[in-house]
């Protein structure tokens, strides 16, 4: 099992650049996948990035690729997700989740953070 949590958000001007971070407790960071959705309100839970075990394999999904970037630190049990280049349509509650593979599905992720929001004005 494993606990997540994220912090990082807040609110910026489009254009603006975060990072936002997911500590992970427990000693089996490195044996999950790890991942980043968002969602909005009214919206359903969207996915962002995900990232595979080691970190050798990303992806993303058209809406933030060239934008943000997705990385982990399995010796600190972190992960990140940086976001430059923010749109308002960036807005949303950001969720960190783990799971055994790397998925665009959030029914693929066991686990999941609290989430921390993100504001991008325009």
């Known amino acids: 099992q494993v606990q997540l949590v994220e912090s990082g958000g807040g609110t910026v001007q489009a254009g603006d650049s975060l990072r936002l971070s997911c500590a992970a407790s427990?000693?089996?960071?490195?044996?999950?996948?790890m991942a980043w959705f968002r969602q909005a309100p009214g919206n359903e839970r969207e996915f962002v990035s995900t990232i595979s075990r080691t970190g050798a394999s990303t992806y993303y999904a058209d809406s933030v690729k060239g934008r943000f970037t997705i990385s982990r630190d399995n010796a600190k049990n972190t992960l990140f997700l940086q976001l430059n280049s923010l749109k308002p349509e960036d807005t949303a509650v950001y969720y960190c989740a783990a799971g055994h593979l790397v998925a665009r599905e959030f029914k693929a992720y066991d686990y999941w953070g609290q989430g921390t929001q993100v504001t991008v004005s325009s």
């Open positions: 427990g000693r089996t960071f490195s044996s999950y996948a």
